[in-house]
């Protein structure tokens, strides 16, 4: 089974990192250990900041819309709760699925 680095790597490029880790490691009083990952951060909270911005201006918008045809008037505060919960599960797992 081939590592990360034997994927992504030629031997000459594993090499070349080989000498210019050790080159700075004489340098240094530290060690140096580079790594080949995946990702560096999972970014948890991306789909929900995503999410609230996609949101936000829609449940105002949408709460402005439907309250007027429910007589309980654009600026129901409830409305636009129901609006902005609605909207947002929708959304989050929209962006979680295409951007993620």
């Known amino acids: 089974m081939q590592t990360r680095a034997e994927r992504f790597l030629t031997p000459e490029e594993q090499k070349r990192i080989n000498q210019c880790v050790h080159d700075a490691e004489k340098q240094t009083s ?11 951060h999972s970014y948890p909270l991306a789909p929900i900041v995503g999410a609230t911005f996609i ?3 829609t449940a105002l918008l949408a709460a402005r819309l439907i309250g007027s045809h429910f007589w309980i008037g654009p600026d129901n505060m409830w409305l636009f709760l129901v609006c902005f919960i609605c909207i947002s599960i929708p959304a989050f797992y929209t962006i979680k699925r295409v951007f993620w």
Do not use: F, Y
């Open 30 to 40: 530290g060690e140096i250990v580079p790594m080949i990952v995946s990702e560096s």
């Open 55 to 57: 949101t936000l201006p």
